[in-house]
């Protein structure tokens, strides 16, 4: 199990340098839910209530395709994590691949997005202040909204988190369907619930800090966050820590040779060219068949160890005898002691 501040340490480095492409499938994201919601407004003006029905209908349908384009941003963003090449294509890498899986998810999602967000849908609707309406009536109508809206999303979040891993299955396994897909994640969540929302909450700091830089520091914040997502979906999976076991192998095979290679030449010549091998098992001792056979074989060990004992007797005798030699005075020697 992977800690949130490891979490985080592997999506930076996964990142690294990588920085532009996410920023820029992000923003494709975002503007093209602004555009759909644009052209709702667009088509759908009016206050009354069929065309607030249809409004809502319309960006209902719109939000699933582009849900299309944002889980092909998951499928992207995996691809970094694993190291290899990312595209902006990957964003439509689900149209290519049976898209109707991430629309049952993701309309499945819009409609529990749909029921969390119902009363604040409901009261920013029909509770409009009048224009005589006083500022206090204003100021609480404004109040009520933000409550409702946030508690409403806060539920949201809650209640899908054991779905949030469906795209990232869907993206390793296109041949599961949408509800196979769903259920994996729900089993892959089981006991993984806390961890997940601790998670999320541990950047809410950052999206605070965010209005100091007029949240233009959303734009590294959000795909921080989404990898940081990715690497928790791998967490679950076990892929990251055959990982993180790669990298301490590899970290292992390059310290060893060093400290090898050190204490070698530290060694004396004589232990590196025989080196002590403590760990060696004695050698069994030869069994015989017979009695007669070992006499012969112990004989013949004998006349080996006596032979060589008389081979080194005669090379010490014969340098001894060189040596005597050499020592005798030579004639010319007893000539020059003459003239002295």
Do not use: C
């Not at 501040?5 to 532009?20: F, H, I």
């Not at 975002?30 to 809502?56: K, N």
């Not at 849900?67 to 963003?77: C, K, R």
């Not at 098992?281 to 060990?301: G, H, K, L, R």
Request: proline letters at 4%; zero cysteines; aromatic letters at 12%.
């Amino acid at each position: 199990m992977t800690s949130r501040r490891e979490l985080k340490n592997y999506a930076k480095q996964a990142m690294s340098g990588k920085y532009g492409i996410l920023i820029l499938a992000f923003v494709a994201v975002q503007a093209l839910a602004l555009i759909s919601s644009m052209i709702s407004s667009a088509l759908f003006p009016g206050e009354e209530t069929i065309d607030i029905v249809l409004s809502y209908a319309f960006t209902f349908i719109l939000t699933l395709l582009i849900n299309v384009t944002a889980a092909g941003m998951n499928y992207m963003y995996l691809n970094i994590a694993r190291g290899k090449a990312a595209l902006l294509n990957d964003l439509f890498y689900f149209y290519r691949h049976h898209p109707d899986r991430v629309i049952v998810a993701g309309f499945f999602m819009a409609v529990l997005n749909l029921l969390t967000m119902l009363p604040y849908t409901i009261y920013s609707n029909t509770n409009l202040p009048g224009e005589d309406a006083s500022v206090e009536v204003l100021i609480t109508w404004l109040y009520t909204g933000v409550f409702l809206m946030i508690v409403g999303m806060i539920v949201y979040q809650i209640l899908v988190i054991p779905l949030e891993m469906t795209y990232y299955i869907l993206a390793d396994k296109p041949e599961l369907k949408s509800t196979e897909a769903m259920k994996e994640s729900l089993e892959m969540m089981h006991g993984n619930f806390g961890r997940y929302l601790m998670l999320k909450i541990s950047f809410i700091p950052l999206m605070f800090l965010s209005v100091f830089t007029f949240y233009i520091a959303l734009l590294w914040i959000f795909p921080y966050m989404a990898m940081t997502e990715v690497m928790f979906y791998r967490d679950l999976t076990g892929e990251l820590k055959v990982q993180k076991e790669e990298e301490e192998r590899a970290a292992r095979d390059y310290v060893n040779p060093m400290f090898d290679s050190h204490s070698q030449s530290e060694q004396p010549q004589e232990e590196q060219t025989h080196p002590q091998q403590f760990w060696r098992m004695p050698e069994e001792p030869v069994s015989y068949e017979n009695e007669d056979e070992q006499n012969i074989t112990d004989n013949t060990e004998m006349q080996n160890v006596q032979a060589d004992m008389d081979d080194k007797k005669e090379q010490n005798d014969s340098s001894s005898k060189e040596e005597e030699e050499d020592n005798e005075p030579k004639p010319w020697d007893e000539y020059f002691d003459s003239l002295k």
